[in-house]
């Protein structure tokens, strides 16, 4: 007997979908405006992401656990093959998949690679044109009709992460895509990451937007301590890890300038992510060549398995 639409409504759905595409085209900006809370970090330098972020959106009716995955692009060290085959294993184990393109730039060579590993998912595959926003309204079409012709997509929807432009539309379709299933997590719990590692992200954000030139793909931040005091003040403290002793001299700053400033902004990402005051503390430390090193690669939280 089939059920009646009363019935059918109280059915919980939830399922995970992978956000996929090349370097810089807003993906964490994407999943941070989805779930309403900063836990993947932005910045105008390609590769910034480099673990699979967990973002948690969750309604009355359903839960989406979203996979903010590190750009695809041509690997050149230990730390860059990790973050191609990361992201291309995630498309296996998904219901659903986000090809994120920058619709400013248009089509290029780095989609479609991407779009082959594509054909091969059996699961739905939106393609999200994002960034609407910096081109014609007139130049959207052309460009959808573009991308048809290489796959068969289950949905195509123009959005602009950074305005908020078509979000809520995204996820409403998205949420009708998702199989039958629990509530994996709690409902106000937004990732599955622990606070260190978001904290973590924050401070190496600050680092991103800091410096330039070679230095930012050379840090890593580990979390050495974190703990709550009487007075409810959060003490964390912090190493930096760069790969030359140049490296530490940048990130440090002239009599300490930068690392102040980077400590300072830091904190108030953190404050906001905990509820609570926070006092930081940063060290800077030099461990050369860490990316092209798999036990400390290991160390630091990058695994394939």
């Not at 595409?21 to 900063?38: A, D, F, H, Y």
């Not at 949905?155 to 895509?177: D, H, K």
């Not at 401070?203 to 580990?222: D, F, G, N, Q």
């Not at 830091?266 to 060290?283: H, K, N, P, Q």
């Amino acid at each position: 007997m089939k059920p009646s639409s009363s019935e059918s409504k109280k059915k919980y759905h939830s399922g995970f979908v992978a956000i996929i595409g090349r370097p810089n085209v807003g993906k964490s900006t994407l999943i941070n405006e989805m779930i309403g809370q900063k836990i993947a970090i932005m910045s105008d330098k390609p590769q910034t992401t480099r673990n699979k972020i967990h973002g948690v959106y969750t309604t009355d009716n359903s839960q989406i656990v979203f996979l903010d995955t590190p750009g695809i692009h041509k690997p050149t060290s230990k730390l860059g093959d990790f973050m191609v085959k990361s992201a291309i294993g995630t498309l296996g184990e998904v219901d659903a998949a986000l090809f994120l393109i920058d619709a400013s730039e248009g089509l290029g060579g780095g989609d479609r690679f991407i779009i082959e590993a594509l054909k091969k998912v059996k699961t739905p595959v939106f393609l999200i044109m994002n960034k609407i926003d910096k081109i014609h309204p007139e130049a959207l079409l052309p460009l959808i009709v573009q991308y048809k012709d290489l796959h068969e997509w289950a949905e195509v929807i123009p959005i602009s992460a950074l305005q908020g432009n078509n979000i809520n539309t995204l996820l409403e379709v998205l949420s009708g895509y998702l199989p039958e299933g629990p509530q994996y997590y709690p409902a106000d719990q937004v990732t599955d990451h622990p606070e260190q590692f978001v904290c973590a992200e924050l401070i190496r954000e600050k680092i991103l937007h800091a410096t330039r030139e070679e230095v930012p793909h050379s840090i890593a931040v580990a979390i050495e301590s974190m703990k709550v005091q009487d007075n409810g003040v959060v003490n964390i403290g912090a190493i930096i890890f760069v790969e030359r002793d140049s490296q530490k001299g940048i990130v440090i700053g002239k009599q300490g300038a930068l690392l102040k400033e980077v400590g300072k902004q830091a904190r108030r990402d953190i404050e906001l992510l905990l509820g609570s005051r926070v006092f930081l503390e940063l060290w800077v430390k030099v461990k050369k060549d860490w990316r092209n090193q798999e036990r400390v690669l290991k160390d630091l939280g990058f695994r394939n398995d």
